[in-house]
């Protein structure tokens, strides 16, 4: 290699082509390791050693940077430096052993059951076409757990699927395909938007949700569409797409308890990752209970 920068080049289009990480994880990747070549400065990555390395993320941490900040930003080092090993461009991985500070676990925010139904009431916004369509994602977001790109990326062939056999098959990271079955209400909201839709998408248009110039729907529309019901329907904070994902699961481990079939429906690769709705489920214990038990406040 080069230089840093002509290193970094090819490591994130080993990501992007070979292990075909989503555009999103790769952007992140690169903006960690452009941390790492401004911190080095002058120093070469093959002379950087363990104790430049903690003292890059005490200065990252001093500038306001979050323990979960922290601990992603230097596996995306110790990954890099993984790869720079088996380039021979460099001897030891200085990332070894070095650890990122520990910040408060925080829960994943959801609304409560009444606040969803709020969400999914109708608005009238006078463009009943749009009225339609936003229906139907927030409904879709609600009813089967999808995260935001996973719902960007649906197309008409999905409207089949979840029509007739009450199931939608998702593309999720790293490219893995799972089928999420889909809600009666989100059917019918979804039975809604397809009589309307080909009146706004363009010719040819495959994606499922279009906006108004007739391709397909940005992320970041979806999150200001979702916002804006949020505020027109008076609900109290920020809402957006992942809040809904985190309600779907919240609400559905604390009816059913069955914690196994919460991670399949959101894509989790570990178990692990979804056990933090249990702590969820005993907020919400804790709640009701510090509410109605006559002794809870002595």
């Known amino acids: 290699m080069n230089n840093a920068a002509q290193a970094v080049v090819a490591y994130l289009a080993e990501l992007s082509e070979q292990r075909r990480l989503s555009p999103h994880t790769v952007s992140n990747y690169r903006r960690d390791l452009e941390k790492l070549i401004a911190a080095a400065g002058e120093t070469s990555l093959a002379e950087l050693q363990v104790h430049q390395i903690r003292r890059f993320v005490a200065q990252l941490h001093g500038k306001g940077l979050s323990g979960r900040s922290l601990a992603r930003t230097l596996s995306a080092w110790r990954g890099f430096f993984s790869w720079l090993g088996e380039h021979d461009a460099v001897a030891l991985n200085p990332c070894e052993g070095v650890r990122s500070p520990k910040s ?102 495959k994606a499922l949700f279009v906006g108004r110039r007739g391709g397909r729907l940005s992320h970041r529309m979806i999150q200001e569409r979702l916002a ?56 919400h214990l804790a709640t009701v209970y510090d509410k109605a038990h006559p002794r809870a406040k002595h």
Not at 167 to 173: A, S, T, W
Not at 229 to 256: C, E, I, K, T
Not at 271 to 278: D, F, L, P, R, W
């Open 104 to 205: 408060p676990r925080l829960l994943p925010k959801a609304l409560s059951v009444d606040e969803s139904a709020r969400l999914l009431e109708p608005v009238d916004e006078g463009d009943q076409v749009l009225a339609l369509r936003d229906t139907a994602i927030f409904e879709l977001f609600y009813s089967s757990g999808l995260r935001l790109a996973e719902l960007a990326a649906l197309d008409c062939d999905a409207l089949d699927s979840a029509l007739h056999e009450g199931e939608v098959r998702v593309l999720g990271k790293r490219s893995k395909a799972r089928l999420v079955p889909v809600g009666s209400k989100a059917r019918e909201a979804l039975a809604a938007w397809a009589v309307v839709r080909n009146s706004l998408a363009a010719v040819e248009e």
């Open 228 to 283: 804006l019901r949020a505020v027109q329907l008076g609900l109290p904070r920020h809402v957006h797409p992942h809040m809904l994902r985190h309600s779907f699961a919240s609400h559905l481990l604390q009816s059913s308890g069955d914690l196994r079939a919460v991670q399949e429906m959101l894509g989790h690769a570990s178990i692990a990752s979804t056990q933090v709705y249990t702590h969820l489920d005993f907020q």
